[in-house]
C-alpha cells in the first residue's frame, strides 16, 4: 500500500478519511473521549506542514447506534485546539456549498465536513442490505460529488477498515490513494501481533455495539484463534436469549429497540457449535432504588434493565484472565459510566492491567473505559479499532486494505 511517502503534497487537495468517531455526552453532544481524534493528528499535521489542501471526512455515529448520531463540529473545533491552527467547518458533505469551500482552499489549510453518515450511501443499514461492490460504491453521490475535486485520497481510518462504504472502498477506485500515518501503525503492530498470539488468548466481547462481536466470533472460534470468548454486555445478554433464559421486558424490549434480534439466533448457531468455549455470566446486576442489586441468571427474569455483569461472574473471569498469555477486550462489560454499573467493566479491565499476559484493546467505549480508570500505561497495546482489530486479527483482509492494495496497481505514487 502506498503511504504519504510516495506522494508530493505541496498544493495537492487531498481528501482525508479518519475515523473521529466518539462516545458522546447526552446532553451536550460533546466528544467524552477525544482519543481517536488525538491519534489522527500526526497525519493531519504532515498535511499541513507539506502545504495539501486538507479536507477531512469523518463519521459520528451511525443509523444503528442512533444516539451518537451527530455533527462534526465539535471535532473540528478539537482538531483546531491541538494542531494549533484554525480548521474550518461546513455543514455540508458534498454539496454546492461544501464543493465551493473545497475549491477555495489555500495550501495548508484543513477543511472539515460535515457527517458523512448523513449521506444514506454511508450507512451501515446501506452496507449490510444492498452489499454493493467497490467499483458499484464509487458510483454514488459521494463519491462522484467529491473525486473529482481533490488529487488524492489518503485513508486512516483503521477503525472502519472492516466497513465497505463509499468513502473508505468507492475513493481507491477512482483516485490514487494511500494510507495516513496511524493506519500505517496499527497494520504494523498488528501483524507484528498476529506473527505468534501465545495461548491460551481470550477474547473479552461485550458493549452495545454488537454487530461486530457476532461478525467474527464464529470466525476466531472456527480457526482457534481465540480458545475462549468470556462474553459480557448485550453479547452476553442476546446469548442468554438464545438458550432461552427470560430477561425480563426491560432488557428484552431494549434489545428489540435496537433491532438486534436477529442475533438471537446467531448465537444458537453460535453455542451449538462452541458452547463449551463461550463463556456466559452467572449473574447480573441492575439499578434499583438508587443501588446496585444483582440477580443469579436462574433466577431471572426481572423487571429492570439489566446493566452489568454480577459479582460471582467477574470472579469467574478473573480467574480465566489470570491463566490467559494474550488476551482482546472489545466493548464493556456494563455501563461502566455510572458507579453503580461498573463494577464489571472496571474489574475486568483492573484483571487484565495486572495480568502477565499480553493484552490488546480496541474499540471508543473500550478505550474510554481504559483512560477512565488511568489505566492505558498497563495496556500492552491501544488500537483505535473495535470491530476492525477483530476481524483483523481473525485473519480477513479487510476491505479498505483491499481497496488500497488495488489502487496501487491502479494508480503510481508520484514521486
Request: aromatic residues 6%; neutral net charge; contains cysteine.
Amino acid at each position: 500500500m502506498h503511504t504519504l511517502d510516495d506522494f508530493n503534497l505541496k498544493g495537492k487537495t487531498v481528501l482525508a478519511r479518519f475515523d473521529m468517531n466518539s462516545p458522546l455526552d447526552p446532553k451536550t453532544r460533546e466528544p467524552l473521549d477525544i482519543t481517536r481524534i488525538k491519534e489522527s493528528i500526526s497525519t493531519l499535521k504532515e498535511l499541513a506542514e507539506k502545504e495539501a489542501k486538507t479536507v477531512i471526512l469523518i463519521h459520528q455515529g451511525s443509523d444503528i447506534e442512533y444516539h451518537n448520531y451527530a455533527s462534526t463540529k465539535p471535532h473540528s473545533r478539537i482538531i483546531s485546539q491541538l494542531l494549533g491552527k484554525p480548521v474550518e467547518y461546513i455543514d455540508d458533505v458534498c454539496g454546492p456549498a461544501a464543493r465551493d469551500k473545497i475549491k477555495a482552499l489555500k495550501n495548508g489549510q484543513i477543511l472539515m465536513l460535515e457527517n458523512v453518515r448523513f449521506m444514506a450511501e454511508e450507512m451501515t443499514l446501506f452496507e449490510t442490505k444492498l452489499n454493493l461492490t467497490p467499483e458499484e460504491q464509487a458510483k454514488t453521490i459521494v463519491v462522484r460529488k467529491l473525486a473529482p475535486l481533490v488529487d488524492l485520497y489518503i485513508c486512516d481510518a483503521f477503525a472502519a477498515t472492516h466497513r465497505s462504504q463509499p468513502t473508505l472502498v468507492g475513493m481507491e477506485e477512482v483516485l490514487p490513494s494511500a494510507m495516513g500515518r496511524l493506519l500505517e501503525k496499527e497494520i504494523t503492530a498488528l501483524n507484528q501481533l498476529l506473527q505468534n498470539p501465545e495461548k491460551p488468548c481470550i477474547f473479552i466481547l461485550g458493549g452495545a455495539k454488537i454487530q461486530d462481536a457476532f461478525l467474527m466470533i464464529d470466525s476466531i472460534l472456527k480457526n482457534n484463534i481465540a480458545d475462549l470468548v468470556l462474553a459480557t454486555g448485550l453479547v452476553a445478554q442476546v446469548m442468554l436469549l438464545a438458550k432461552g433464559i427470560s430477561l425480563g421486558k426491560p432488557s428484552e424490549g431494549l434489545i428489540k429497540k435496537k433491532n438486534l434480534e436477529e442475533y438471537i439466533e446467531k448465537s444458537k448457531d453460535i453455542l451449538n457449535k462452541f458452547g463449551d468455549k463461550v463463556k456466559l455470566p452467572i449473574d447480573l446486576a441492575y439499578v434499583s432504588g438508587g443501588g446496585r442489586k444483582e440477580v443469579e441468571v436462574d433466577k431471572l427474569p426481572v423487571d429492570q434493565v439489566l446493566m452489568d455483569i454480577g459479582s460471582n461472574t467477574v470472579a469467574k473471569y478473573e480467574k480465566i484472565i489470570k491463566n490467559a498469555k494474550t488476551i482482546f477486550f472489545n466493548g464493556p462489560a456494563g455501563v461502566f459510566e455510572k458507579t453503580e454499573s461498573e463494577l464489571g467493566t472496571k474489574s475486568i479491565l483492573f484483571a487484565i492491567a495486572g495480568s502477565t499476559a499480553f493484552s490488546a484493546i480496541g474499540g471508543g467505549d473500550s478505550i474510554a473505559a481504559v483512560n477512565k480508570y488511568n489505566l492505558a500505561n498497563h495496556i500492552s497495546y491501544i488500537s483505535t479499532g473495535g470491530g476492525a482489530l477483530v476481524r483483523f486479527l481473525s485473519g480477513e483482509e479487510l476491505p479498505v486494505v483491499k481497496a488500497l492494495r488495488k489502487s496501487v496497481k491502479r494508480f503510481p505514487c508520484d514521486k
